[in-house]
């Protein structure tokens, strides 16, 4: 009898351990909706769901009818797949649930308590992320003037998109119209000049640094591109690409987000009004042997190396083999990532040795209403974690002939003509 006491007591010692043992162990494990970037899916709640065969059994009591696939390359154009958060899978695009991002919120997440002896690190990720959102040409002149006229209101071009900016560590455009204080409207339309006070609408609109190497910043001369440099300090916006000396026009911009150091850089490649400076006379930083030599430097500088670049020709979805030569040779000197401007329509996106290079953003604020293409453009959101490139988020945008700039509606043929675009999808086929 006291050997079955003591049998009896010995065990239910060892399942008090065990229960403990789990107790303490019952983590917040967390996982994403991700789908095929030919995917024509918007709403997570109606969508087919499956998962790999590792996380079935976890996830099948949380979520009903989940398929189990034994590869992503199974996973069909009607189906989610749930992975977890920090799977990073350049041919999948994430999907919002409830209409909200996972690297915004954990509402945009599928989270269940589950047996785990580590933590997933996602509160960690959310605590830490940091967000960088670029948007591509920015143009205050012309016809976009003439809608900031016809409104009154400096800020109306960026009404319906600062959103986009509100709560991001670090934002950037390609500013491409130099800014005076004695304004006269330019008798000729090619040339791209608008007012100072127009500053403030990028300063509003959270914008914390631009690229002004663009082809029209000569538009005003030389004093034009300096009371825009000027002006634009004035509001404590950085810029890269230009300067009264070729040492300025080259110069690194570093802004410091969380213990990590991110360097910005602006070229051009593209003739226009303005040419490469020397030492006694202003100019743009051309993209030649010299930009490498900054980026090189630049790159021993910073945990994180962005390159804005205004290259390339004009209304086509496809870089020229030009663009995609100098790509390379940038990230070979140390770019991290690649941000192009130019074509005036979204361009394809490539990974070259692991870093990102969107070639071509479209346009964001400017007055091109003639057609279909030169109305659209990307505003990307690149999240950080842990001095790493972890996800990229893509909206679609749409320029009105009011003069404000709209998110295009995620259940448009637009939307995902414009997604197309950015990842190659169709790219041949009729898109007017």
Same mark, same amino acid.
């Given at each position: 009898m006291k050997i079955m006491k003591y049998f009896w007591g010995s065990f239910l010692s060892i399942v008090i351990v065990i229960l403990i043992f789990i107790a303490s162990n019952i983590e917040t494990q967390t996982f994403v909706p991700f789908k095929n970037k030919n995917s024509r899916i918007i709403d997570y709640s109606i969508a087919d769901k499956a998962t790999l065969?590792?996380?079935h059994f976890t996830l099948k009591w949380f979520v009903p009818n989940l398929k189990k696939i034994d590869k992503i390359e199974e996973l069909k154009n009607n189906e989610v797949i749930l992975l977890p958060w920090n799977t990073t899978v350049t041919d999948l695009i994430h999907i919002k649930v409830n209409n909200v991002s996972f690297f915004e919120s954990?509402?945009?997440?599928?989270?269940?308590?589950?047996?785990?002896?580590?933590n997933d690190g996602y509160e960690k990720f959310l605590n830490e992320k940091i967000t960088l959102t670029a948007a591509g040409t920015v143009v205050l002149?012309?016809?976009?003037?003439?809608?900031?006229?016809?409104?009154?209101?400096i800020f109306y071009p960026w009404k319906n998109t600062k959103h986009l900016f509100a709560t991001s560590d670090i934002n950037i455009v !390609?500013?491409?119209?130099?800014?005076?204080?004695?304004?006269?409207? =330019?008798? #000729?339309?090619?040339?791209?000049?608008? $007012? /100072?006070?127009?500053?403030?609408?990028?300063?509003?609109a959270n914008i914390n640094l631009v690229s002004i190497s663009g082809n029209h910043m000569g538009d005003a001369k030389?004093?034009?591109?300096?009371?825009?440099?000027?002006?634009?300090?004035?509001?404590?916006?950085?810029?890269?690409?230009?300067?009264?000396?070729?040492?300025?026009?080259?110069?690194?911009?570093?802004?410091?987000?969380? !213990?990590?150091?991110?360097?910005?850089?602006?070229?051009?490649?593209? =003739?226009? #009004?303005?040419?490469?400076?020397?030492? $006694? /006379?202003?100019?743009i930083a051309w993209l030649d042997n010299q930009a490498l030599d900054a980026i090189k430097h630049c790159n021993n500088q910073v945990d994180q190396l962005v390159v804005m670049v205004n290259w390339g020709i004009e209304y086509s979805h496809i870089p020229r083999n030009k663009e995609k030569k100098w790509a390379n040779k940038?990230?070979?000197?140390?770019?991290?990532?690649?941000?192009?401007?130019?074509?005036?329509?979204?361009?394809?996106?490539?990974?070259?040795?692991?870093?990102?290079? #969107?070639y071509g953003l479209g346009n964001y604020i400017f007055d091109q209403h003639w057609s279909e293409k030169t109305t659209e453009g990307i505003i990307q959101k690149f999240i950080f974690f842990e001095n790493k490139l972890m996800f990229i988020d893509t909206i679609p945008i749409k320029l009105a002939k009011d003069g404000s700039i709209n998110v295009i509606n995620p259940t448009s043929d637009r939307f995902f003509n414009v997604l197309d675009a950015y990842y190659g999808n169709k790219i041949n086929e009729k898109y007017n």
């Open positions: 065969k590792k996380y954990n509402h945009g997440a599928i989270q269940i308590k589950t047996f785990s002896i580590k002149a012309r016809g976009v003037h003439k809608s900031i006229q016809q409104k009154n209101d !390609n500013f491409k119209s130099p800014l005076v204080s004695n304004f006269k409207y =330019p008798k #000729s339309s090619w040339l791209l000049i608008g $007012k /100072s006070i127009y500053a403030k609408g990028i300063k509003d030389e004093r034009g591109l300096l009371e825009t440099i000027k002006t634009l300090k004035k509001y404590n916006i950085e810029t890269v690409g230009a300067g009264k000396s070729i040492t300025e026009a080259y110069r690194c911009k570093k802004i410091k987000k969380k !213990n990590i150091t991110f360097g910005f850089l602006g070229f051009n490649n593209v =003739p226009g #009004s303005i040419g490469k400076p020397n030492e $006694k /006379s202003s100019g940038m990230i070979e000197a140390g770019a991290d990532l690649i941000l192009g401007d130019q074509a005036h329509w979204v361009q394809i996106h490539e990974t070259i040795s692991g870093k990102h290079v #969107s």
